[in-house]
T-cell receptor, first 109, second 113 residues
């Protein structure tokens, strides 16, 4: 079983809709990352968080350390938000990331 | 510094050939990681350098794979006698010591035909 599970695997939304992606993990962590990957392959770091909530533009990330759960929200979604969103965790006393399989988001105009 | 850069972006090779990829990390980052990503999956850890020292190799990294980071700057990943199963996206990331976020390159997409 993967240390990091994401849901849903795929998501299609209409432009303007509110989108939520969930990430659950099974190990103690020092930080959790939300990453965005476009079809070209490159990965961009959206958030790194270890507690609470962070906001950047229309993106909001939250984490509940006790429940080992994080969510990524996209408000007022736009077709340019179409990408794969990946959750990754840094386990305690480790230096490498463990990744979820990603959530493919498609936003239709 | 424009971030982590990888070269080439795409590589098509015949089975049995050797290939080498390069990663240039952000200059002040002493940690460098190689990951491999197959279609529909998240990246999987391959190997990790702290400065020039290779501190960990995944068991995914068979004897055909070797990575170096001379002088603690750029890194190369070589695959010898490529197999079709090696077809994947190879991602490089770098970070500063102490829990700082990792910055990823654009990846090298390898296709073995």
């Amino acid at each position: 079983k993967n240390e990091v599970e994401q849901s849903p695997q795929n998501l299609t939304a209409q432009e303007g809709e509110f989108i939520t992606i969930n990430c659950s993990y099974s190990v103690g962590i020092s930080a959790l990352h939300w990453l965005q990957q476009h079809p070209g392959g490159g990965i961009v770091s959206l958030f790194m968080l270890s507690s609470g909530k962070k906001k950047h533009g229309r993106l909001i990330a939250t984490i509940n350390i006790q429940e080992k759960h994080s969510s990524l929200h996209i408000t007022a979604s736009h077709p340019r938000d179409s990408a794969v969103y990946i959750c990754a965790v840094e386990p305690y006393n480790d230096y490498k990331l463990s990744f979820g399989a990603g959530t493919t988001v498609t936003v239709r105009a | 510094d424009t971030g982590v850069s990888q070269d080439p972006r795409h590589k098509i090779t015949k089975r049995g050939q050797n290939v080498t990829f390069r990663c240039d990390p952000i200059s002040e980052h002493n940690r460098l990681y190689w990951y491999r990503q197959t279609l529909g999956q998240g990246p999987e850890f391959l190997t990790y350098f702290q400065n020039e020292a290779q501190l960990e190799k995944s068991r995914l990294l068979s004897d055909r794979f070797s990575a170096e980071r001379p002088k603690g700057s750029f890194s190369t990943l070589e695959i010898q006698r490529t197999e079709q199963g090696d077809s994947a996206m190879y991602l490089c990331a770098s970070s500063a010591t102490g829990g700082y976020e990792a910055f990823f390159g654009q990846g090298t997409r390898l296709t073995v035909v």
